[in-house]
T-cell receptor, first 113, second 120 residues
Framework: AQSVTQPDIHITVSEGASLELRCNYS??????LFWYVQSPGQGLQLLLK??????LVQGIKGFEAEFKRSQSSFNLRKPSVHWSDAAEYFC???????????FGQGTTLQVKP | GAVVSQHPSRVICKSGTSVKIECRSL??????MFWYRQFPKQSLMLMAT?????????EQGVEKDKFLINHASLTLSTLTVTSAHPEDSSFYIC????????????????FGPGTRLTVL
C-alpha cells in the first residue's frame, strides 16, 4: 500500500541552525514526491517537487530535498533556518495515474530566537 | 500562474443547514479537482476526486450524500455539506490538477487557501 511517513511530529531548532525534516515513502513505482508548507489557517504552498532526473532538487525559500531510492526517502533540508520558517511541513507522494496525493502526518517546525 | 481560490474562506452555520464551498482555478483549466478535509493539527485527508463532467469519486468512508460535489466546468468545483452537524466542522481544502500540456506540472496539484467551516 502507498504511504508516507514523517517520523518527527515536532521539531524545534534555533534560528540560523540547519534543518532536516525526514520523509519516507512506500510506493510501487517511481514516485512523484512533494514537500508543502502550511502556515496556521492557510492552504498549502509547494516548496519543491521531484518527478525525475537530478535527485537533489532545489525549492523556494532556500529549501532543498534529496531523493534516495535505496532508502525510500525524500528528506527536506535548509542550511540556515529563519524565524519565518516556523510552520507545518507535509511530505506527499503522488500517483501518476490518478493524480492523487498521499500526505504524511506532518512535522511542526518551531524556531527558537 | 496556477492560482486556485476558495469561497468562502470562513463560514459559520447552524446545525441542519447546508453549506456550499466553491473552488475555482483562476488562470488555468483543471481536468481534476480534489477535496480534502483537515482536522486541527492533523494531515490532509482526501475526501473525493472531482472530474469535469462526471460524477465524483469518493474515498472510502466518505458519505457521498453528505458531501455533494459538482464539477460543472473546467474551472469550478463545488462541495456542498448537506444537513451539517457540529462534527462536520473542519478545514476544507481543494486542489486542482492542470490539463496535460498546459504546464510542465501535470502531476502537480495547486491548492486553494482553504475554507474554515464551523457548525453550531
Amino acid at each position: 500500500a502507498q504511504s508516507v511517513t514523517q517520523p518527527d511530529i515536532h521539531i524545534t531548532v534555533s534560528e540560523g541552525a540547519s534543518l532536516e525534516l525526514r520523509c519516507n515513502y512506500s510506493y510501487g513505482a517511481t514516485p512523484y514526491l512533494f514537500w508543502y508548507v502550511q502556515s496556521p489557517g492557510q492552504g498549502l504552498q509547494l516548496l519543491l517537487k521531484y518527478f525525475s532526473g537530478d535527485t537533489l532538487v532545489q525549492g523556494i525559500k532556500g529549501f532543498e530535498a534529496e531523493f534516495k531510492r535505496s532508502q525510500s526517502s525524500f528528506n527536506l533540508r535548509k542550511p540556515s533556518v529563519h524565524w519565518s520558517d516556523a510552520a507545518e511541513y507535509f511530505c506527499a507522494v503522488g500517483a501518476s495515474n490518478t493524480g492523487k496525493l498521499i500526505f504524511g502526518q506532518g512535522t511542526t517546525l518551531q524556531v527558537k530566537p | 500562474g496556477a492560482v486556485v481560490s476558495q469561497h468562502p474562506s470562513r463560514v459559520i452555520c447552524k446545525s441542519g443547514t447546508s453549506v456550499k464551498i466553491e473552488c475555482r482555478s483562476l488562470d488555468f483549466q483543471a481536468t481534476t479537482m480534489f477535496w480534502y478535509r483537515q482536522f486541527p493539527k492533523q494531515s490532509l485527508m482526501l475526501m473525493a476526486t472531482s472530474n469535469e463532467g462526471s460524477k465524483a469519486t469518493y474515498e472510502q468512508g466518505v458519505e457521498k450524500d453528505k458531501f455533494l460535489i459538482n464539477h460543472a466546468s473546467l474551472t469550478l468545483s463545488t462541495l456542498t455539506v448537506t444537513s451539517a452537524h457540529p462534527e462536520d466542522s473542519s478545514f476544507y481544502i481543494c486542489s486542482a490538477r492542470a490539463l496535460l500540456g498546459l504546464t510542465s506540472s501535470y502531476n502537480e496539484q495547486f491548492f486553494g487557501p482553504g475554507t474554515r467551516l464551523t457548525v453550531l
